[in-house]
């Protein structure tokens, strides 16, 4: 069964960075196939997309990530990563990973605390 687990969340003060992880534990073969995304979810809000990563390499980012955030993939280590600089406080949310291939893998989160 696909797990897909995220990591590097944490408390950081505005104007920080952090970069989130993201295993996705398939086969390499596999890996490769799967359009890579981060969402976030923040509280009393829905889940929103940020970034998205397809297999072939196309970047897409909601208007907020834009500048800011940047996903990126090494399928040697069946990773995405999502590097986000310049953390603003409403930027605050539980941010999910999710591979997509013939099925739709959803992480558990990592929390990302912005606040000083």
């Known amino acids: 069964q696909v797990q897909v687990v995220e990591s590097g969340g944490g408390l950081v003060q505005p104007g920080g960075s952090l970069r989130l992880s993201c295993v996705v534990s398939?086969?390499?073969?596999?890996?490769?196939?799967?359009?890579m995304s981060w969402y976030r979810q923040a509280p009393g809000q829905q889940r929103e997309l940020v970034a998205e990563l397809s297999r072939l390499g196309r970047r897409d980012y909601s208007e907020f990530a834009k500048g800011r955030f940047t996903i990126s993939r090494d399928n040697t280590k069946n990773t995405a990563y999502l590097q986000m600089n310049s953390l603003k406080l409403e930027d605050t949310a539980v941010y999910y990973c999710?591979?997509?291939?013939?099925?739709?893998?959803w992480g558990q989160g990592t929390q990302v605390t912005v606040s000083s």
């Open positions: 999710l591979a997509a291939g013939a099925y739709n893998y």
């Open positions: 398939t086969s390499v073969e596999e890996f490769e196939t799967m359009g």
